[in-house]
């Protein structure tokens, strides 16, 4: 089992920057790929951005120059930077961590909310 634990969402202007982190415990051994994932409400969730144990890293177009996924294996932790935030990013945001076993785990989420 892993445990993932979010800290970082809050409520930003438009235009503004937000850090998301999200540690990891537990049987972390068995990390792959780490990620962070959004649910906009009455949409479904989607990928926001992932990066792999070898830092191969991988965005969704509407994130794309405006966001940077950071991981740093010796802390187990990832990061999410997010800049130039537009309110369409206003959406609870998940950490997601997959295992070489095919299992996958999730934080409890946090709130980021982007006012115009």
């Known amino acids: 089992q892993v445990q993932l634990v979010e800290s970082g969402g809050g409520l930003v202007q438009a235009g503004g920057s937000l850090r998301l982190s999200c540690a990891a415990s537990?049987?972390?051994?068995?990390?792959?790929?780490m990620g962070w994932y959004r649910q906009a409400p009455g949409k479904q969730r989607e990928l926001v951005a992932a990066?792999?144990?070898?830092?191969?890293?991988n965005y969704a177009d509407s994130v794309k120059g405006r966001f940077t996924i950071s991981r740093d294996n010796a802390k187990n932790t990832v990061h999410l930077q997010m800049n130039t935030l537009k309110p369409e990013d206003t959406a609870v945001y998940y950490c997601?961590?997959?295992?070489?076993?095919?299992?996958?785990?999730w934080g409890q989420g946090t709130l980021v909310t982007v006012s115009s």
């Open positions: 997601n961590a997959d295992s070489i076993y095919g299992s996958r785990w």
């Open positions: 990066i792999t144990s070898g830092g191969s890293t």
């Open positions: 537990g049987s972390i051994f068995s990390i792959n790929a």
